[in-house]
């Protein structure tokens, strides 16, 4: 069994920055590709952004592109997601999720096997 712990969320001012962190159990951490989702009061789960094994590629939805970015601890059995410039459009419930049967990126949450509790993320106007 994988387990997920994600950190960091809270409360900021729109433009600001949050660094979310995701422990994941196991020993074969560095196999999983790993991704960020979020769901919006209201609405569906939404991908955010992807990491393959290696660290080597990522991969962003484009609300995201140029201020988030994802990157991974292969010895620490952590993800973390960098957020900027924050806007209220941000604000969500995000959730890291690993997808443990494939080194592959995916979009679709339904690849992903295996998912954290989320952290709540709250931009302010």
């Known amino acids: 069994q994988v387990q997920l712990v994600e950190s960091g969320g809270g409360l900021v001012q729109a433009g600001g920055s949050l660094r979310l962190s995701c422990a994941v159990s196991?020993?074969?951490?560095?196999?999983?590709?790993m991704g960020w989702f979020r769901q919006a009061p209201g609405k569906e789960r939404e991908f955010v952004v992807a990491?393959?094994?290696?660290?080597?590629?990522?991969y962003s939805t484009d609300s995201v592109k140029g201020r988030f970015t994802i990157s991974r601890d292969n010895a620490k059995n952590t993800v973390y997601l960098q957020m900027t410039s924050l806007k209220p459009e941000d604000t969500a419930v995000y959730y890291c999720?690993?997808?443990?049967?494939?080194?592959?990126?995916?979009?679709?949450?339904?690849?992903?096997?295996?998912w954290g509790q989320g952290t709540q993320v709250t931009v302010s106007s």
């Open positions: 196991g020993r074969a951490f560095s196999l999983y590709t």
């Open positions: 999720a690993a997808r443990t049967y494939s080194g592959s990126y995916s979009p679709n949450s339904s690849d992903y096997n295996y």
């Open positions: 990491i393959t094994r290696s660290g080597g590629s990522s």
